[in-house]
């Protein structure tokens, strides 16, 4: 059984604090990764992707990969309320077209 | 630039009817996925859609099935509906087959209630 593992949660951080998130998953031939952020009652927003080990920046977010430990992470810099959200960990199944399996998702809480 | 669209974005039903939910892809995308999202789960894999073939199926009954059309818009059909049927039905979109490595794009999602 493939799966995606993260912390349900809730993390909570202070406001302009780095708010970090993490996922492993099982399938050792997955081979592209990706965080979506949900608001309550909403769907999920693609807000990174990264295919390869190392680090990747956009703006105040960082994904962060570890092939080896099937690991892969997400920070927040400067953390603000209207980042609280469930983020949502997704891996594409090996020798997927397009099959996502996704986390349970870390209930993220920014406080003023 | 118009995003994934679906419809409608609310339903209630009764066990044992049936439903058709739709989608329209972002515009330049031409593969549609569509996932089942139960409250507190993570979005689980239903089917994908390219060419107008179903190209891949997740762990789910024949109840559910799809259609492509044409201009890239999909269909998803549920018959016999259950109670554990009700959840957030997410469409989403990418571009090209084998798409795994493609970044998909959700739309807002139908929220289907059984009765």
């Known amino acids: 059984q493939k799966e995606v593992e993260q912390n349900s949660g809730p993390l909570s951080v202070p406001e302009g604090a780095i708010a970090s998130l993490n996922c492993t998953y099982s399938?050792?031939?997955?081979?592209?990764f990706f965080w979506y952020r949900q608001y309550s009652g909403k769907s999920p927003e693609l807000i990174m992707f990264?295919?390869?080990?190392g680090d990747k920046e956009d703006g105040r977010f960082t994904a962060q990969l570890n092939k080896a430990s099937q690991y892969v992470s997400l920070l927040i810099r400067d953390s603000q309320p209207s980042d609280s959200a469930t983020y949502l960990c997704?891996?594409?199944?090996?020798?997927?077209?397009?099959?996502?399996?996704f986390g349970k998702g870390t209930k993220l809480s920014v406080k003023p | 630039d118009a995003g994934v669209t679906q419809s409608p974005t609310h339903l209630i039903k009764t066990r044992g009817q049936q439903v058709t939910l739709r989608c329209s892809p972002k515009s330049g995308h031409d593969t549609v996925s569509w996932y089942q999202q139960a409250l507190g789960q993570g979005p689980q894999f239903i089917f994908q859609y390219y060419e107008e073939e179903e190209r891949q199926r997740g762990n789910f009954p024949d109840r559910f099935s799809g259609h492509q059309f044409p201009n890239y818009s999909s269909e998803l059909n549920v018959n016999a509906l259950l109670l554990g049927d009700s959840a957030l039905y997410l469409c989403?979109?990418?571009?090209?087959?084998?798409?795994?490595?493609?970044?998909?794009?959700f739309g807002d999602g139908t929220r289907l209630s059984i009765l």
């Open positions: 989403a979109s990418s571009l090209g087959v084998g798409s795994g490595n493609q970044p998909q794009h």
């Open positions: 997704a891996v594409n199944e090996e020798g997927s077209q397009g099959n996502l399996i």
């Open positions: 990264i295919y390869s080990n």
């Open positions: 399938d050792r031939g997955s081979q592209s």
